[in-house]
Nanobody
Framework: VQLQASGGGLVQAGGSLRLSCVASGSAFGIAIMGWGRQAPGKQREFITTVTPGGTTSYADSVKGRFTISRDNAKNTVYLQMNSLKPEDTAVYYC?????????WGQGTLVTVSS
């Protein structure tokens, strides 16, 4: 499974960004999709997931500010990020589970300036 993410960039604190990620290459269909992030000097962490039926979960650090959604027909997952804070600065990674295995895409850098 290949995951291609896009949409990162530089934004001021309080601003918004929208990330997208397209999954391809799965013979089994895509199950859970989500996003993780890795800040400088820290471990990668899951921040949000969405099931094919639309059930979502969020880490406390992003709850109420970030919204995950997906288009099953396009195998695409989105992350709408609002009220961004400097501590949201990180490389954001798309995640997908298919055929009983988990896959991470290449990261996209999000930088939030104060």
């Amino acid at each position: 499974v290949q995951l291609q993410a896009s949409g990162g960039g530089l934004v001021q604190a309080g601003g918004s960004l929208r990330l997208s990620c397209v999954a391809s290459g799965s013979a089994f269909g895509i199950a859970i999709m989500g996003w993780g992030r890795q800040a400088p000097g820290k471990q990668r962490e899951f921040i949000t997931t969405v099931t094919p039926g639309g059930t979502t979960s969020y880490a406390d650090s992003v709850k109420g500010r970030f919204t995950i959604s997906r288009d099953n027909a396009k195998n695409t997952v989105y992350l709408q990020m609002n009220s961004l804070k400097p501590e949201d600065t990180a490389v954001y990674y798309c995640y997908a589970r298919a055929g009983g295995r988990g896959y991470w895409g290449q990261g996209t850098l999000v930088t939030v300036s104060s």
